[in-house]
């Protein structure tokens, strides 16, 4: 019986690292091929040699300084709006009892199912409308009030203990004050993990910037990386991966500095 | 003192106007220009090197190009425009769209635009083989700047191993088969380790199968564009031809042929020959370790092959004195030394004869005699499909050839299909 | 009064984001249904009603019916296969395993990567001949598969990348959940002597009931809404193999600007995540309760 756990447990330990590997094998490639004269791409040798030429041709193909700019600003626009847009609201569906907020509520889940995405023929008229075609604020806009933020913020202020406000409300603190110094500091694992989810998809995210911009002053990287997709000359992998590299570079890095505190911050938000 | 102040204040005031006029007068007519490529690059830097030069030798005139994304972005982005009321003066766009931009009634036709009999003498100094899909109803749209034309790519070395001549490439269809057959290679298991040839035939598949549709004396489309002749036995031969490269002889691998990746496999010896476009020579030779050559495309009657690129457009609204300006920047951009410049270092055909009498192009030619290929291939090239709704027709052809090399449709039938469904689409021309 | 001024306070806080919802949300949904029923503005066919037109083209057209198709394939595919795998990697790293930081980033970072650019290192495993799983496959004797050229086998490839960029951030939320089961479970189940695998079916299992539901739910929107690879491993081809719907919208909408008749899709996509919320909306009453 117990020889039969550990082997039990030495296939689930076989079958992690299986899985494992195979997850990472694109990346493994990416940094292999980026790392590698385009000679050595399909030509696995220890000894090739190591070159930065790929990084270098990738960087020139594209104004990809501009293009971090641009995604930085859009994904710290929509980070700060999403949490100010969502804490509010949140907490008014939690705690203040207002007229038709049940209805709204549920007109607010709606968009769990229908994300802006789906919608990018009547949001592109509307952008358009709105003369805001080819501008930072006209890629953010639909995203800004997130029913997701809504719906978590609001689960996490509904198990916060009302006796914690009293506290506050003796001071002489409104509705906002209670908000900003009891719910605010209690959620804020929350706020990391939800923050971490938007700004990985919003760094990702392609089609609607797409139809949305065509200056290379709002482009953001990944409209920019699509260039590589479409190239008539064939595909450069070379190229390419170093391009993936340095774009999610940040991400990535953020990713493994804070990985622990990132999955600590979703058990603790109580997302399940 | 009052008054004093007062005057003082009107002449400054005036000043300040005037000022503002003359600046006014200075700030010259802005001409924008979308230009079809997404980002910054090489590209870009040349255009944005012309742009100033154009500049310098004509001040008053100011060139601002909107680099708008791919040629499918950026028609959508220069017709939106036009609704909107801001068009752009000029514009790159796909040769093939000139029936969009009509329809859309976004463009003025070339011969309103130009003034004297040298203007004349210029728009008939360019090929034939570019001109033709650069008209219609009579009029002339269009004025030829990036087009490309593909070519056939051999691998000396393995032609050598074959026992063939690595200097000469097929020259007609039986040739072709027969040489891809000799260029198969399988290991001892049957696998294949070197393919005889590949024609891409994922995405815009229409493209390179004009080639051999024009090797086999059939034309796709009307001048008109109002009708497309898919189901013609010609089309369905060429179709047939190509599919058995596959199945009959094993020479082509099955399945669709990715465009992107093709380069790669004739680079990395996977294939020994391989339909691709004239832009990817140096990408193909900084890369390839073996001597390669460079040839037309066989057909079966005849050489073949379609042409691609983009145009110059000139849009509606524009007044006399924009017209004039937006004239000289496309003549500028067309002479036969830019264009020699242009085609040099890019690879896209340059488009006129004068331009290969010019030394940068016959040094280029001297190094690289490749490039003289596919202008003498123009003499063979025909327009890629143009017809109303260009797009939707193009996709129905993509979609019955995709069809086809994939097995799930006999090739007559496809086309049948196909020619069915783009008379619907065409019928509100007809 | 005071109820009047809270509810006031509560309108007003929540205005911001409703307005944006509403505009960005509701009203296209709407405009939407609307535009489904007009033809596609056109200079010298102003854009007017038509009645059922668009969803009789609709009807006939064999490519929406194929992307439509390819959609429910795509989501039934993706979606139970992501669940299952995300949940094994949540149980592999929630066990005490050598090295399961290591394994936690590695099953987590494909979601951190642009799949934009990734599609074109999944196009280089797909390769033939030369390609990464090609040359894997070769010492077993097989290989020769056109993988992304074949009608058979283009849509798996593009589910399989789907696969393997969502699995990870949906182990997330199962790690979560699984670290809130008390280990007293855990160690009464060994006192017991009950096997690890009737603990998991019997007692994991369900209690990671609600997850399930959530990610699934999410999923399935996913399913619908995940298309950028396919632009660049298919263009939707071979012969609208990989076509899905928002891919077809984007090529009606914005390739032959039809709006008329992308808004007619739009409709049916918003009506197939119509059903999913019904769905969702009774599974979650019977079986689970959000707190």
Redesign the interface.
């Known amino acids: 019986m117990k020889a039969l756990a550990t082997l039990g447990r030495g296939v689930e330990q076989g079958a992690a690292w299986l899985l494992g590997l195979l997850w990472l094998l694109p990346l493994v490639f990416a940094v292999w091929t980026a790392f590698h004269s385009?000679?050595y791409?399909?030509h696995f040798s220890l000894t090739a040699p190591l070159t930065l030429e790929n990084f270098k041709n990738a960087w020139?193909?594209?104004?990809f300084a501009r293009y971090f700019l641009n995604t930085t600003l859009l994904v710290i626009g929509i980070l700060i709006a999403q949490f100010t847009l969502c804490t509010l609201a949140a907490f008014a569906f939690a705690r203040l009892p207002f007229i038709g907020s049940q209805v709204l509520f549920a007109l607010v889940l709606m968009q769990l199912m229908v994300a802006p995405d789906i919608l990018l023929l009547e949001n592109y008229r509307a952008i358009?409308m709105l003369g805001l075609?080819d501008t930072l604020p006209g890629i953010a806009l639909p995203y800004l009030a997130s029913a997701f933020g809504i719906f978590l913020l609001r689960q996490t202020f509904l198990t916060i203990p009302k006796d914690l406000e009293e506290a506050a409300r003796m001071e002489g603190c409104g509705p906002l004050g209670v908000l900003w110094r009891v719910y605010v500091p209690i959620a804020r694992p929350v706020y990391v993990a939800y923050g971490l989810v938007s700004v990985s998809w919003h760094w990702n995210n392609f089609l609607w910037p797409?139809i949305i911009t065509?200056?290379?002053e709002t482009?953001p990287l990944t409209?920019?990386l699509?260039?590589f997709a479409?190239?008539?000359?064939?595909?450069?992998?070379s190229v390419i991966t170093a391009a993936t590299l340095m774009t999610s570079a940040p991400l990535l890095i953020g990713f493994l500095l804070f990985q622990r505190q990132f999955v600590q911050s979703f058990v603790r938000a109580g997302i399940r | 003192m009052k008054s004093l102040s007062r005057r003082l204040f009107t002449a400054s005031a005036l000043a300040f106007g005037l000022s503002l006029s003359a600046s006014a007068q200075a700030a010259d007519i802005e001409l924008r220009f979308y230009y079809p490529?997404?980002?910054?690059?090489?590209i870009t830097k040349i255009i944005d090197e012309y742009a100033a030069g154009f500049e310098k030798e004509n001040p008053g005139i100011k060139i601002k190009p909107?680099?708008?994304?791919?040629y499918?972005?950026t028609i959508?982005?220069a017709?939106?425009a036009v609704?909107?009321g801001d068009a752009p003066e000029l514009a790159i766009l796909l040769a093939a769209d000139i029936t969009s931009l009509v329809?859309?009634?976004a463009v003025v036709p070339v011969d309103d635009v130009i003034k004297t009999p040298a203007d004349k003498a210029w728009v008939e100094g360019f090929y034939p083989a570019f001109m033709e899909n650069a008209k219609l109803k009579g009029k002339t749209y269009a004025i030829p700047f990036q087009r490309?034309t593909p070519v056939l790519y051999w691998n000396k070395d393995m032609f050598k191993a074959a026992g063939l001549d690595p200097d000469k490439g097929p020259k007609d269809w039986n040739e072709m088969r027969d040489f891809a057959k000799k260029l198969t290679k399988k290991d001892a298991?049957g696998?294949?380790t070197q393919?005889g040839i590949e024609i891409p035939?994922?995405?815009n598949s229409l493209w390179l199968f004009t080639g051999l549709t024009t090797g086999n004396g059939v034309r796709i489309n009307n001048a008109e564009g109002t009708k497309v002749n898919f189901a013609d036995p010609k089309v369905v031969e060429a179709l047939q031809y190509w599919y058995d490269l596959s199945k009959v002889d094993g020479a082509q691998?099955?399945?669709?042929?990715?465009?992107?990746?093709?380069?790669?496999?004739f680079i990395?010896g996977?294939t020994a020959m391989m339909w691709?476009?004239t832009?990817?020579l140096t990408?193909v030779k900084n890369?390839a370790?073996f001597p390669f050559g460079i040839g037309f495309l066989p057909g079966k009657t005849q050489f073949g092959a379609p042409t691609g690129g983009g145009n110059f457009y000139f849009f509606k609204g524009m007044s006399a004195e924009k017209q004039a300006a937006a004239l000289a920047f496309v003549k500028y951009m067309t002479t036969p030394e830019r264009a020699a410049d242009w085609s040099t270092k890019t690879g896209y055909v340059a488009t006129q004869p004068a331009a290969y009498e010019t030394p940068v192009m016959k040094a280029y030619a001297a190094d690289f005699p490749a490039a003289i290929i596919a202008r003498d291939q123009l003499k063979y090239a025909v327009p890629e499909m143009t017809v109303h709704?260009n797009?939707?027709v193009t996709?129905i052809a993509?979609?019955?050839i995709?069809?086809v090399?994939?097995?799930?449709k006999p090739a007559d039938a496809a086309l049948k299909d196909a020619q069915a469904e783009a008379e619907r689409v065409l019928k509100d021309f007809n | 009064m005071n109820a009047l001024r809270l509810s006031l306070y509560g309108w007003l806080m929540v205005l911001p984001a409703a307005a944006l919802l509403g505009l960005f949300t509701h009203i296209p949904v709407v405009e939407s249904f609307v535009h489904s029923f007009m033809s596609t503005?056109?200079?010298?066919r102003p854009s007017r009603f038509v009645g059922l037109d668009n969803y009789d083209t609709l009807i006939a057209d064999p490519?929406f019916w194929k992307a439509l198709t390819n959609n429910l394939l795509y989501a039934l595919g993706s979606v139970p296969l992501s669940i299952a795998i995300a949940m094994l990697m949540a149980l592999f790293v929630n066990d005490k395993l050598a090295g399961r930081g290591f394994l936690r980033a590695a099953y987590f970072t494909p979601t951190i990567l642009p799949m934009i650019a990734v599609a074109n290192i999944w196009?280089f495993f797909f390769?033939?001949?030369?390609g990464l799983l090609e040359q894997m496959l070769?010492p077993f004797?097989l290989?020769?598969y056109?993988i992304?050229?074949?009608?058979n086998t283009a849509l798996l490839a593009v589910t399989i990348v789907a696969i393997w960029k969502e699995s990870g951030f949906f182990m997330i939320f199962y790690l979560a959940a699984l670290q809130q089961i008390s280990p007293e479970l855990k160690e009464a189940a060994a006192i017991e002597g009950i096997s690890r695998f009737t603990f998991f079916r019997r007692v994991i299992f369900p209690l990671l009931m609600p997850t399930t539901l959530f990610v699934m739910v999410n999923a399935l929107i996913n399913a619908f809404r995940v298309v950028d690879h396919i632009f660049v491993m298919?263009?939707g081809?071979?012969?609208?193999?990989t076509s899905v719907l928002l891919f077809r919208i984007y090529?009606v909408g914005?390739?032959?600007?039809d709006f008329g008749f992308a808004s007619a899709m739009t409709v049916v996509l918003l009506c197939v995540l119509g059903v999913v919320a019904l769905g969702q909306f009774f599974a979650l009453d019977r079986k689970v309760h959000y707190q």
């Open positions: 385009p000679a791409m399909a020139q193909a594209a104004p358009k075609m797409l065509n200056s290379v482009r409209v920019g699509a260039v479409s190239s008539d000359q064939g595909i450069d992998w | 490529v997404a980002v910054g690059g090489p909107v680099y708008a994304g791919d499918v972005q959508g982005k017709l939106t609704k909107g329809d859309e009634d490309s298991s696998a294949v393919w035939s994922d995405g691998p099955a399945g669709l042929i990715n465009w992107g990746t093709t380069p790669r496999d990395e996977r691709h476009t832009g990817n990408n890369n370790k709704e797009q939707r996709k993509n979609d019955a995709q069809a090399m994939t097995g799930a | 503005d056109k200079p010298k490519i196009i390769t033939p001949d030369y070769k004797g290989g020769g056109n992304l050229g074949s009608n298919t263009g081809g071979p012969n609208n193999a090529e914005f390739k032959y600007f």
